[in-house]
T-cell receptor, first 112, second 116 residues
Framework: SQQGEEDPQALSIQEGENATMNCSYK?????LQWYRQNSGRGLVHLIL?????REKHSGRLRVTLDTSKKSSSLLITASRAADTASYFC????????????FGQGTTLQVKP | DGGITQSPKYLFRKEGQNVTLSCEQN?????MYWYRQDPGQGLRLIYY???????QKGDIAEGYSVSREKKESFPLTVTSAQKNPTAFYLC???????????????FGPGTRLTVL
């Protein structure tokens, strides 16, 4: 079962613009993570936000979490062509299994 | 170099054959996971293992089998019972999921399996 739903499914912007991706989930979480996947490759962890946090920054990435709305957003500022990839949110539930539930992803294209 | 490796990168299978995908990690991680990814889709969990000699079914375990005889290795066998095995398979590992508040997963490069 996939908990996360991401919006938009695809996003195309010009280099230098900001990109915003949204993720919604259904049940209570321990934390929410964002991952990046270049075409045909494995996923790379970008940033993790805990359920008691509201905002987190890492370089050009900004993540927000609204547990009352069960939603999160990932903002990439000053995008570069190298940011072209698919981005997935993943939620970890409260149980001690380490299991993550992934959304279907947003495909981002940054045009030079 | 610490990391997680998968082999082969590409695998072709004839219908009715079993094939085994390799996943090895030298990160000293306790937990390992297998995911399946179909085109344009997110990841779905096949099996996971929290410690050696123990593993649990994920959301789509039918037609797959695993073993965890060593901490470093978590091979996945795609059996002939899996009716639609063509997909991209990703292995991941994480450090001690029990009670860890900041758990993240580290992924291998993936194996693309195609049924001929």
């Amino acid at each position: 079962s996939q908990q996360g739903e991401e919006d938009p499914q695809a996003l195309s912007i010009q280099e230098g613009e900001n990109a915003t991706m949204n993720c919604s989930y259904k049940t209570s979480i321990n934390n929410l993570q964002w991952y990046r996947q270049n075409s045909g490759r494995g996923l790379v962890h970008l940033i993790l936000i805990r359920s008691n946090e509201r905002e987190k920054h890492s370089g050009r990435l900004r993540v927000t979490l609204d547990t009352s709305k069960k939603s999160s957003s990932l903002l990439i500022t000053a995008s570069r062509a190298a940011d072209t990839a698919s981005y997935f949110c993943a939620t970890r539930g409260p149980s001690n299994t380490g299991k993550l539930i992934f959304g279907q992803g947003t495909t981002l294209q940054v045009k030079p | 170099d610490g990391g997680i490796t998968q082999s082969p990168k590409y695998l072709f299978r004839k219908e009715g054959q079993n094939v085994t995908l390799s996943c090895e990690q030298n990160l000293n991680h306790d937990a390992m996971y297998w995911y399946r990814q179909d085109p344009g889709q997110g990841l779905r969990l096949i099996y996971y293992s929290q410690i050696v000699n123990d593993f649990q079914k994920g959301d789509i375990a039918e037609g797959y089998s695993v073993s965890r005889e060593k901490k470093e290795s978590f091979p996945l066998t795609v059996t002939s019972a899996q009716k639609n095995p063509t997909a991209f398979y990703l292995c991941a590992s994480s450090s001690n999921p029990q009670g860890r508040y900041t758990d993240t997963q580290y992924f291998g490069p993936g194996t693309r399996l195609t049924v001929l």
